[in-house]
């Protein structure tokens, strides 16, 4: 009998070994390694849908605090997208660097994109554009100091169009602009401007009129693109908390057209890669 259990015990015993030789062969897990995510890169195409209508905000001279954060703040808040065109002169200190950042890196929610280093010679729009060198090096500094990781550009004080050579606008025969569009940049204009009351930061229409004047160019078909509209604004004009909350109720009426979709202007179809 003791035999019997003496040799159970060594199988026992044979088979914990084997186990435990079993795991230390076992290659250990590479700590190292990364788990890989896709990253969704600006410019990736969007299917259009043709029952949709495709609203571009697009709002100028990022960054303005505290009128860009709130204008982010209420983007987000929204559940919408928006694009902001950034100058450089106006990134000073270490709070507006940030801003900055964090539109760069708010992808896909939201897009930097070039909007001139100084403001076209600080708003002398004629002397700019007069020397297209010196503009076109003015747009190739804010892109690298702001790091802006898209081609698309807004010329300042200027409703002009182009993309792979189909140009239209106030300064289509202007050498700047050729030049831009030659080297693959797109040069994006607006359909409807939300404007400025004089010298006030302040928007001039209410949410409801801006809301009508919307669905009327949407209706009427007179946008650049159909079932399209950029929307042009500036971050400056809603600052004070009565006009952040005209921006958010136009948002708001906006949202519930079922229609309605939001999209970042890398999406618009002269601009979105093919």
Request: with cysteine; hydrophobic share 35%; charged share 25%.
């Amino acid at each position: 009998m003791k035999n019997i259990y003496l040799a159970g015990c060594i199988a026992a015993l044979a088979i914990l070994s084997s186990c435990n030789n079993a795991k230390e062969n076992k290659p250990a897990a590479d700590s190292t390694k990364k788990v890989e995510t896709t990253k969704i890169e600006p410019g990736s195409p969007i299917k259009y849908d043709s029952s949709k209508r495709y609203i571009f905000l697009t709002w100028d001279d990022s960054p303005q605090p505290p009128g860009t954060t709130n204008c982010k703040s209420i983007f987000h808040q929204e559940g919408v997208k928006a694009t902001f065109f950034a100058v450089g002169f106006n990134q000073v200190g270490p709070f507006k660097k940030r801003i900055i950042d964090s539109l760069r890196n708010g992808y896909p929610e939201f897009l930097l994109a070039n909007h001139s280093f100084s403001h076209g010679f600080n708003d002398k729009y004629s002397k700019f554009y007069s020397m297209p060198d010196s503009a076109f090096q003015d747009f190739m500094r804010n892109e690298k100091e702001l790091k802006i990781g898209v081609k698309i550009i807004r010329l300042p004080g200027n409703n002009t169009w182009a993309s792979n050579g189909s140009i239209h606008g106030q300064k289509a025969e202007n050498p700047l602009v050729k030049r831009l569009d030659s080297l693959g940049y797109k040069i994006v204009g607006w359909d409807l401007e939300w404007g400025q009351q004089g010298k006030n930061k302040a928007p001039n229409e209410s949410a409801d009129e801006m809301v009508k004047r919307v669905n009327q160019k949407l209706d009427d078909g007179s946008t650049n693109e159909q079932n399209m509209i950029v929307i042009l604004s500036h971050d400056r004009l809603f600052e004070k908390a009565q006009y952040a909350d005209s921006l958010r109720k136009f948002i708001s009426v906006l949202k519930q057209d079922p229609r309605n979709v939001f999209e970042t202007i890398d999406h618009y179809p002269s601009v979105q890669k093919k």
